[in-house]
């Protein structure tokens, strides 16, 4: 099988071999508490309970009138203690729903629905009733990706199964031992968005998984379903260099992955819509992998939504000293937290412990103009030049060389020899360029309606 | 339950996590060590003063580099190496028999004027070896046009050496390339074999065609330096030299062409960093060098061409190739307007 790929990213050490080959272990019932943030993807949503409440396992306890929002739901039966801030990945306080578990396996699911029978519209309502967000990290509400703007015509849905991350197993787990799962999810979501075909697009490192994939692909019965290879490559799972690998197609800048008929949704995600239309199981739980060289213990696991790190440790997840980052997600795209005492939400993928050794704790030097990071950049942009622009104030030129199109994904920071912070750069750039943009359409208004005023006054 | 994570010291910080763990002096050891050959050959061939001059040039442009951050008050950065490889290039274009006081004040152009004003490292705009040579030849024409036979010349070397009077940028006889396409060089296979040794008259690192081309072929295979600017200029230079008539080989083989566009062409800061502003640059290198061989004063223009060729760097960063999904301007709307 051939294994395609896009013009630029790195190799980095993939060390997925600490939990590649270890199941998922459930850890449920275990924890006592969680912590579930009322926002998860989408718009802020409204907390539907208050202290005191009892709810059971799959109630919606959270939920906003926004089209783009996903409700959420309680990951585990038992009473409301408290609703308080605390920081979840990204470093922010937000409000969080902190239910005591009551010990009962009781739960409050859906009916079940035939996604074959039933119209668009139930569809789909069902799966933002499930709460389905990306849960490949964007979290940006599933319901809403695959349903595209009018006009836009849905052809091919990738699963995105590229998992370009280092340490991260999570979906090569849930592959592998939730192939049918995966089909099916698939499937449902060919029908849901109309789509010609289904193309479940992994990176060559875990060819093995073909055999497996289309074995389940036979015995479902689809035969527009199909698996593509793709080369062992990061930022390969990125949804810029998926379509361009798979499909040879590129997303237009500024544009979305409809405006080539293209939907991406992750594995996890899969699973889920899989599950929501089967079991009428909201998005509760979620698959992650906890490692890095400071953990101890590396293993995959599957947690109730908004169980909180800390409490998995040292029961479930073992640590050695000499820590120096904890990462909500990848070493490449994760968020470093102060702490382990953050929930896990519907977006964490993994959770990292990492060494001093695995990371890179040294100051930025002086540029020294290699251009490294313009070959290795995914998107074939400029980083080096983007960077000078911004330190010399000039966001237009900045844009030119490709600010607005950059997708964070890290590569020039990797390969930059004076450890330049790129990527951070760039996002404050970004919102310099967008606060910028805001002036300037501010301005206009407040001129036209100047004019608007000056001519009524003639 | 209290993490046990507090009893470390952990860090916040920006995305990615993870690094190649690269760095500004790993880059400069890896220049140093394709340069190191090239500086041991040039003592074989022209002993002991040209190891001073060598030496004298690495040390006066690292010191020269602590003076100036010193004297500024800038973060002391002479670790990165930059300065001991500008000291190596600098050297290995001189005459082996330069006074050491012309090479400290060339190595102190090069490191102050040249780098140091322009903002150190990665900031200057002309190429620093190449401006403290450009200095000296503007301020000692007669010292830097006296060469030194290597020590083991052949009678055959030593009669095109005369000819040519040093082939280069030599100011005290005709141009090479005009030398070279009279008669009275015997033009076998043994005058070919003897340029591509270096073993020649000229400066102390640039003789050795086939040590360079081995340094070229390690940096560009690790990916320290981009084969196209230095392809562009050598083709470039081939190309008009053959529709000029000359002798192309020998083109390749005199002077610093090749020594030029594998290192100074290539150098990060004062170089494109866009693949079509590297295939102009070395191409804009290569016909300088031409027009100023064949037309010039001067018998050699790779010097003069690179510098010249830096000065256009900024326009040449702002040819940028297709973006990812970048879509041009629709023309749609200028019909849609009419």
Redesign the interface.
């Known amino acids: 099988m051939k294994s395609h790929t896009f013009k630029g990213g790195i190799h980095p050490p993939e060390r997925k071999e600490l939990t590649e080959h270890l199941p998922i272990e459930t850890v449920f019932p275990f924890t006592n508490s969680v912590s579930i943030p009322a926002t998860q993807g989408g718009a802020p949503n409204t907390v539907l309970v208050k202290a005191g409440d009892t709810v059971i396992r799959g109630q919606k306890i959270a939920e906003s009138d926004a089209f783009m929002s996903a409700p959420v739901h309680a990951s585990i039966t038992g009473t409301v203690k408290k609703i308080e801030f605390r920081a979840v990945t990204g470093n922010i306080d937000v409000p969080c729903i902190v239910i005591e578990g009551s010990g009962s396996d009781e739960t409050a699911f859906m009916e079940s629905l035939d996604p074959f029978t039933c119209s668009k519209e139930e569809a789909l309502k069902r799966i933002k009733d499930a709460g389905i967000v990306g849960m490949g990290g964007a979290a940006f509400p599933t319901h809403v990706k695959l349903n595209p703007p009018k006009g836009k015509v849905i052809e091919h849905v990738l699963a995105n199964a590229a998992e370009c991350e280092p340490y991260l197993t999570i979906d090569e787990r849930t592959m592998t031992e939730n192939t049918d799962t995966l089909v099916d999810g698939v499937a449902i979501t060919i029908k849901v968005t109309g789509a010609k075909s289904g193309l479940i697009v992994l990176e060559d490192n875990k060819s093995h998984l073909v055999s497996t994939l289309e074995t389940a692909i036979t015995k479902s019965g689809y035969t527009n379903i199909n698996v593509v290879l793709v080369k062992t490559k990061y930022p390969q799972g990125g949804e810029k260099n998926i379509v361009k690998s798979a499909l040879k197609k590129e997303i237009p800048s500024g544009g979305l992955p409809a405006d080539i008929g293209c939907v991406i949704v992750n594995v996890g995600t899969l699973c889920a819509i899989s599950d929501a239309f089967r079991l009428g199981k909201p998005l509760i739980d979620r698959g992650l992998t906890v490692s890095g060289g400071a953990c101890a213990s590396p293993k995959n696991l599957r947690v109730p939504v908004g169980t909180l790190v800390g409490d998995l440790i040292p029961s479930v997840i073992k640590l050695n000293p000499g820590i120096v980052k904890i990462l909500s997600g990848g070493p490449m795209m994760g968020v470093a937290m102060a702490n382990a005492n953050f929930p896990i939400a519907k977006n964490t993928s993994g959770v990292l412990f990492l060494t001093a050794n695995e990371t890179d704790l040294r100051e930025e030097n002086q540029c020294i103009n290699c251009g490294k990071c313009v070959t290795v950049c995914s998107c074939r942009l400029y980083p080096v030049m983007i960077a000078k622009e911004l330190e010399a104030g000039n966001l237009e030129n900045a844009k030119k060389y490709g600010l607005m199109d950059c997708v964070e994904c890290g590569t020039c920071s990797y390969v930059c020899p004076a450890h330049i912070q790129l990527v951070q750069r760039f996002r404050v750039g970004k919102q310099l360029f967008r606060i910028d943009m805001q002036k300037k359409q501010q301005k206009a208004e407040a001129l036209k309606a100047k004019t608007a005023e000056l001519q009524g006054g003639k | 339950?209290?993490?046990?994570?507090?009893?470390?010291?952990?860090?916040?910080?920006?995305?990615?996590?993870?690094?190649?763990?690269?760095?500004?002096t790993?880059?400069m050891a890896a220049v140093i060590m394709s340069l190191l050959p090239l500086c041991i050959y040039g003592v074989y061939l022209f002993g002991i003063p040209a190891l001073i001059t060598i030496i004298t040039a690495v040390c006066s442009c690292v010191v020269f580099e602590l003076l100036f951050q010193l004297a500024s008050k800038q973060k002391i950065?002479i670790q990165?190496g930059?300065a001991v490889v500008s000291g190596i290039l600098l050297a290995l274009v001189l005459p082996p028999s330069l006074p050491v006081w012309m090479t400290i004040l060339g190595s102190a152009f090069a490191m102050i004027v040249a780098k140091a004003f322009f903002g150190?490292?990665?900031?200057n705009v002309f190429n620093p070896a190449l401006t403290g040579r450009a200095f000296l030849f503007v301020s000692f024409p007669a010292a830097m046009g006296t060469w030194t036979l290597p020590k083991n010349a052949q009678p055959l070397v030593e009669a095109v050496t005369s000819a040519t009077g040093g082939v280069t940028d030599a100011v005290t006889s005709a141009t090479a390339l005009s030398v070279l396409k009279g008669a009275d060089i015997v033009k076998d296979a043994d005058t070919y074999m003897n340029f591509l040794l270096g073993n020649r008259a000229g400066c102390i690192g640039e003789s050795n065609i086939l040590l360079i081309l081995l340094a070229f072929a390690f940096l560009a295979v690790t990916?320290i330096i981009?084969w196209r600017a230095p392809l562009a200029m050598i083709a470039t230079v081939a190309l008009a030299t053959f529709l000029a008539g000359g002798d192309v080989v020998m083109a390749m083989l005199a002077g610093g062409l090749l020594f030029g566009a594998v290192f100074m062409v290539t150098d990060?800061?004062t170089s494109p960093?866009?693949t079509t502003g590297r295939l102009i640059f070395g191409a804009g290198c290569g016909v300088i060098t031409f027009l100023i061989r064949q037309f010039g004063g001067y018998p050699e223009g790779v010097m003069f061409s690179i510098l010249i060729m830096n000065a256009v760097v900024p326009f040449l960063?702002k040819l940028?190739?297709?973006?990812?999904?970048?879509?041009p301007a629709p023309k749609k709307t200028k019909e849609a307007v009419k």
């Open positions: 339950m209290a993490a046990p994570s507090d009893l470390n010291e952990i860090y916040l910080s920006s995305s990615p996590h993870y690094s190649a763990k690269n760095s500004s790993g880059v950065q990165d930059s150190g490292i990665g900031a990916k981009d990060y800061a960093i866009t960063n940028i190739q297709k973006k990812y999904g970048f879509v």
